[in-house]
């Protein structure tokens, strides 16, 4: 769940407001193009991270590549101490889950400075596949990440219920081939037969293990028909908590600048907390009440 500006201490005035305002507040004018413009970067560095893993591309453009991973690590980190900055509770922002992504997309470069790529520490390379994470920066910029995020944990519940069935289902199907079958035909032990059982159920079916006997085809044969409605139930609850959400009044990152609190209507007129005046709201380039 994305941060509140009560969570981070969102400021009251100033030069750290109006930042604040860019950086975190995306249903604004600046805001959207910031955003847009940090997606095309983090779009970039992964390029660059993916083409510098290709040995033939990186022998001929180590300059080039090394260069364009100092800038995007030089205007990453540039950002997360913006980010630091803006707020008035700076470790809470740290220590959330996208100011720890932030972080790691940025450290191992870094990190890399100081312990050089020697042979004793050769090892200290993996930290470079670390900058992965700046790709998980995305879900932050797009509505429908978040939308997606609280379909899902509302349907949290119901998920787990359902994994729970799931769960049963494989032990006591899987425990039955080891009984049946027996490990002179694969199924050597119940673990074994359990991971039998969830590959035939998720219909991936590897072939490394088959049932040999009538009764053993017949059971995988009802695993596989009922794998096809296991499948569908947890996209049926998601959905179903997505169509929901498309009835409620879509919320927008706008803040009362009193009580700092954040998703105000973008045509609401005063705070639905504290009940003072709400500034006019920018989007679109349009300014409206």
């Not at 959330?96 to 100081?114: C, N």
């Not at 390379?125 to 879900?139: E, T």
């Not at 049946?180 to 490394?208: C, K, N, R």
Request: charge should be positive.
């Amino acid at each position: 769940m994305a941060l509140t500006a009560a969570d981070l201490g969102k400021p009251e005035s100033g030069w750290k407001l109006r930042l604040y305002t860019i950086i975190f507040e995306a249903d604004t004018a600046a805001g959207r193009r910031f955003d847009q413009w940090l997606i095309v970067a983090i779009l970039l560095s992964i390029a660059v991270v993916m083409a510098d893993s290709v040995a033939a591309i990186s022998a001929h453009l180590r300059l080039p590549l090394n260069i364009l991973e100092w800038f995007f690590t030089l205007l990453f980190t540039a950002e997360y101490v913006a980010r630091l900055s803006c707020v008035r509770k700076p470790w809470r922002y740290a220590l959330s889950f996208y100011g720890i992504v932030d972080l790691l997309s940025v450290l191992p470069t870094w990190l890399a400075m100081f312990w050089p790529e020697a042979h004793a520490l050769i090892d200290v390379r993996i930290l470079r596949l670390l900058r992965i994470f700046r790709i998980m920066k995305l879900s932050a910029m797009f509505s429908e990440y978040q939308m997606l995020g609280s379909a899902l944990y509302a349907s949290r519940r119901k998920i787990m219920v359902f994994l729970s069935v799931v769960l049963m289902v494989v032990v006591v199907l899987g425990s039955l081939m080891y009984v049946v079958e027996g490990p002179q035909h694969g199924f050597t032990s119940v673990p074994t037969s359990i991971y039998w059982a969830i590959t035939t159920l998720t219909t991936v079916g590897f072939g490394d293990i088959t049932p040999k006997t009538d009764i053993g085809r017949f059971i995988s044969s009802l695993m596989m028909l009922l794998g096809w409605g296991t499948l569908a139930v947890p996209t049926g609850i998601v959905t179903s908590e997505l169509t929901a959400q498309r009835f409620m009044q879509k919320p927008t990152t706008r803040t009362c600048h009193d009580c700092l609190s954040e998703g105000h209507a973008a045509d609401a007129h005063y705070c639905m907390h504290c009940g003072v005046a709400l500034p006019a709201y920018q989007q679109d380039g349009r300014t409206g009440a």
